[in-house]
T-cell receptor, first 115, second 112 residues
Framework: DAGVIQSPRHEVTEMGQEVTLRCKPI?????LFWYRQTMMRGLELLIY????????DSGMPEDRFSAKMPNASFSTLKIQPSEPRDSAVYFC?????????????FGPGTRLTVL | GENVEQHPSTLSVQEGDSAVIKCTYS??????FPWYKQELGKGPQLIID?????GEKKDQRIAVTLNKTAKHFSLHITETQPEDSAVYFC???????????FGAGTQVVVTP
C-alpha cells in the first residue's frame, strides 16, 4: 500500500486566496483525521471523520476552514480566505477501526505558506 | 481542557546510551497515552502507547511507564542508534477514541 497520500506537498499562496488540501487515506481505513502543526501550537487535531461522517470538528479554528469527505477514498480541507497565520504543515492521517481512531497512519503533510 | 507538558525540548545522547523523555498531563480522566516519532519531512508515526490500566509497556528497545497518581508518563529508549534521531511527541486522551492533546515535542539527536 502507498500509505496516506497528500497533495500538494507544498503550497505558497497570497493572503485572501482559497486553498484546498487533498488527502487519500489508506484503503479500508474507517477513520480520517486532519491535523495542523506549527512551532507555536505544536500538533493540533482539526477534525476527524468516521465512515465519511464528520465526528468532531471542534478543533477547526474558524469558519474560514472547512473539510469534506465525499467518499471513503478522498477528503479535502479548504481555507477560504487564507491568512498568513494559517501557514503551517497540515497532516492527514487514517486508521483502521480495529486500531482505534488515535492509532493514525500519517501522510507526509502539506506545507502551506500564506504570504 | 487537557494540558500536556513535555521535557526536555532537546536531548543529545551518545550512541548506545539511553534516552528518557518525560511528560505530565493535567486531566485526571485521561486514560490513553501514545508516543509518536517524527522524522524530518515526514508525518508522525505511532511507536508505542499505554493505557491507564497498565503501568509499563515494552517493545524491543522502547518502553513507556505511567504513573497515574502523579500524572506523568515517560518514554525510555535503550541502546540508542543514529536512526533513533527524530522528534518525539507524547500525547494524552480520555480514551483511544477521543481527541489527543500533544506535548510540544523533544528533538533527540544520537551521535555516533
Amino acid at each position: 500500500d502507498a500509505g496516506v497520500i497528500q497533495s500538494p506537498r507544498h503550497e505558497v499562496t497570497e493572503m485572501g486566496q482559497e486553498v484546498t488540501l487533498r488527502c487519500k487515506p489508506i484503503s479500508g481505513h474507517d477513520y480520517l483525521f486532519w491535523y495542523r502543526q506549527t512551532m507555536m501550537r505544536g500538533l493540533e487535531l482539526l477534525i476527524y471523520f468516521n465512515n465519511n461522517v464528520p465526528i468532531d470538528d471542534s478543533g477547526m479554528p474558524e469558519d474560514r476552514f472547512s473539510a469534506k469527505m465525499p467518499n471513503a477514498s478522498f477528503s479535502t480541507l479548504k481555507i477560504q480566505p487564507s491568512e498568513p497565520r494559517d501557514s503551517a504543515v497540515y497532516f492527514c492521517a487514517s486508521s483502521p477501526r480495529a486500531s482505534g481512531p488515535q492509532n493514525g497512519f500519517f501522510g507526509p503533510g502539506t506545507r502551506l505558506t500564506v504570504l | 481542557g487537557e494540558n500536556v507538558e513535555q521535557h526536555p525540548s532537546t536531548l543529545s545522547v551518545q550512541e548506545g546510551d539511553s534516552a528518557v523523555i518525560k511528560c505530565t498531563y493535567s486531566d485526571s480522566a485521561s486514560n490513553y497515552f501514545p508516543w509518536y516519532k517524527q522524522e524530518l519531512g515526514k508525518g508522525p508515526q505511532l511507536i508505542i502507547d499505554i493505557r491507564s490500566n497498565v503501568g509499563e509497556k515494552k517493545d524491543q528497545r522502547i518502553a513507556v511507564t505511567l504513573n497515574k497518581t502523579a500524572k506523568h508518563f515517560s518514554l525510555h529508549i535503550t541502546e540508542t542508534q543514529p536512526e533513533d534521531s527524530a522528534v518525539y511527541f507524547c500525547a494524552a486522551s480520555r480514551t483511544s477514541w477521543g481527541k489527543l492533546q500533544f506535548g510540544a515535542g523533544t528533538q533527540v539527536v544520537v551521535t555516533p
